[in-house]
């Protein structure tokens, strides 16, 4: 499969250490996976093989390198130990960090089995609490028949959105310009991150 342009950008601009990590994991990857996708996700790389097979991300102070199916083939699993990605292999800052590519590339290839075989992982769902909606901003959207009829039909998720930006207004001012511009979107039927979405 053909190497992301978008990838070299990601390398090209994380800093001068993580470069060759990156470039030797990524390497790694396609000498044991042929086939494999390089696709963006979460404005970082992942690799791709009949699902998201594994990633690896570059911080201000350290490199990551995680199997999405971690526990499955590692024994580990991703956020574990709240190290986030970084528990799987730790938290690579130089090459001499990097797996033995041996042991790596036998990864690689259960990863790749477990995808081309279907197996799921459990994910358990982490449920949010409820937010109670503010009296005065349920008031202003009952005011506009079309911002109250769209508030009704969107997602948990859309209507937590809103909340939570009327909620965080850290002065009065600020949240009453939100509670109108809220209302003016709903109007229109649009989401809160209406701007992002395509």
Not at 83 to 94: D, E, H
Not at 143 to 170: C, G, L, M, V
Request: hydrophobic residues 40%.
């Amino acid at each position: 499969m053909p190497y992301n342009p978008e990838f070299d950008t990601y390398i090209s601009k994380s800093p001068d250490w993580a470069q060759p990590i990156l470039t030797s994991l990524r390497a790694t990857v396609h000498e044991a996976c042929p086939d494999v996708d390089e696709q963006m996700k979460w404005s970082s790389p992942a690799f791709v093989y009949h699902g998201i097979m594994c990633g690896m991300v570059a911080f201000k102070e350290y490199a990551t390198f995680h199997f999405w199916k971690g526990e499955l083939v590692t024994g580990t699993a991703l956020g574990a130990d709240g190290m986030g990605a970084a528990a799987q292999f730790g938290r690579m800052k130089s090459i001499k960090d990097l797996p033995p590519k041996k042991q790596l590339v036998a990864y690689i290839k259960k990863a790749m089995k477990l995808n081309e075989e279907g197996v799921k992982v459990d994910r358990p769902k982490k449920k949010r609490p409820t937010l109670a909606m503010p009296d005065d901003f349920m008031a202003a959207i009952r005011k506009n028949k079309k911002a109250s009829t769209a508030y009704a039909q969107f997602s948990p998720s859309h209507q937590r959105e809103y909340i939570e930006w009327i909620i965080d207004a850290k002065t009065d001012a600020t949240r009453d310009k939100r509670v109108a511009q809220a209302v003016e979107w709903m109007a229109e039927g649009k989401s809160r991150n209406w701007k992002y979405q395509r």
